[in-house]
Structure formats: C-alpha cells, structure tokens
C-alpha cells in the first residue's frame, strides 16, 4: 500500500530565503509523486509531478522537487520564498493500480516571515 | 477552457437536513474523484465515479452518503441526515483517463457547516 508522510507541519522561513518542505513515501511498485499548493479558503493547484521521468522536477513559481529513490523522498524546494508562497502544501501519491486515487500527506503550513 | 466547477462554495445545514454538492468536470474528463478535508488535516478519498458507474466507494462512510455521475450533468455527492461531524470541505477533482500518471485537477471546494 502506498503512503505519504510529511515531515513537519508547519515550516517558517524568512522572505528571500530558502524553502525546504520534506515528503517521504512508500510505494511497493514506481510511484506517481504530486505537490499541491492550498491558499486559505482555496482550491488545490498542482505544483508539479513526477512520473518516473527525469529525477528532478520542475514545477510552477520556482519551485522544484527531487525524487531520490534510494531514500524514498521527494522533497520540494525553492531557492527564495516569496511573501505570496505561504499557503498549505500536499504530497501526493497516486496508487498505482486500481482507481489511481491519491493518496495525501497531512500537509505543511508554510510561513513567511517579512 | 473552464476548470473543474463546483457549487455551492459554501452550504450551511441543520443537522437532519440534506446537503447536495455538485461538480462540473473539466471539459473533456469522464473521471471525477470526492475528496473530504476535515479542519486541519489532508484530503481523504471518499468516492470515484465514471459516467453512470461508481467505480470505488472505498472511502464513503456507509451510511448517509451517496454519490452519482450521471450520462448527462454533474456529478452529484448526497449527504442525508447531516450531522456536526460532516462538517469539512468536499473537494471534487477530475482528470482525463485513468492512470497514475494523470493530473487530477481540483475544484475550488464546498465548505459544508453543519449548525
């Protein structure tokens, strides 16, 4: 079965800085990894995804993720937060059979401090 | 190209009443997913729907639920006899085939009160 753990649930960072937001998953089979971005009182925007293509993914507004297999992390980053990134972030997984339904970490808060 | 609708954004009910949430797929998607968010956690699957058939309902609560998505409209989730408990948002997503590697592209949600 697969699963998702978010390391910490919430982060704060200073704006300029850089942003680090941990995953890690399980998966017995080559998974599908998605981060999600939620503004307060928001839908869910799709930041970026990996496929098992190439290891490093490059998402919207800056920000990219690694997947790295042999510590089954996949670890969003972004080289200088903006005041506008503080939302909440999801990692996703998708089951890789059956109905292909995600799979949610319990998110992070991401705060940016002026 | 609209995204994937849904309404109303916000529903309030007494508990005892019915609530019905609706979502409109992305235009060409004949697979819809409902997802609950309850205060302060992740998005648990509820349901997975093609047209006319409900695929997995792995995730609805036995009772009180139901969800449909008929040849021709919306896909529909039905909450009956609502209680304080159901309060949560009630996200719709859709996406255009099958697999682990399809995007499923969210609505903006339905933030459910239950007074």
């Known amino acids: 079965a697969q699963s998702v753990t978010q390391l910490d649930s919430h982060v704060s960072v200073s704006e300029g800085t850089p942003v680090l937001l941990r995953c890690n998953y399980s998966s017995s089979y080559s998974p599908s990894l998605f981060w999600y971005v939620q503004h307060p009182n928001k839908g869910l925007q799709l930041l970026l995804k990996y496929t098992s293509a190439a290891t490093l993914v490059k998402g919207i507004n800056g920000f990219e993720a690694e997947f790295k297999k042999s510590e089954t992390s996949f670890h969003l980053t972004k080289p200088s937060a903006h005041m506008s990134d503080a939302a909440e972030y999801f990692c996703?997984?998708?089951?890789?059979?059956?109905?292909?339904?995600?799979?949610f970490g319990t998110g992070t808060r991401l705060k940016v401090l002026a | 190209n609209a995204g994937v609708m849904q309404n109303p954004r916000h529903l309030v009910r007494r508990r005892g009443q019915e609530a019905r949430l609706r979502c409109s797929p992305m235009k060409g998607h004949s697979h819809v997913y409902w997802y609950r968010q309850l205060p302060e956690e992740g998005l648990k699957f509820m349901v997975y729907?093609?047209?006319?058939?409900?695929?997995?309902e792995s995730g609805m609560p036995k009772e009180r639920f139901s969800a449909e998505f008929p040849k021709e409209g919306p896909s529909i989730l039905r909450i009956q006899q609502v209680v304080r408990g159901d309060s949560a948002a009630y996200f719709c997503a859709s996406s255009m085939r099958q697999g682990n590697t399809d995007t499923q592209y969210f609505g903006p949600g339905t933030r459910l009160t239950v007074l």
């Open positions: 996703v997984v998708s089951t890789t059979s059956g109905t292909y339904k995600y799979i």
């Open positions: 729907l093609q047209k006319e058939n409900i695929i997995d």
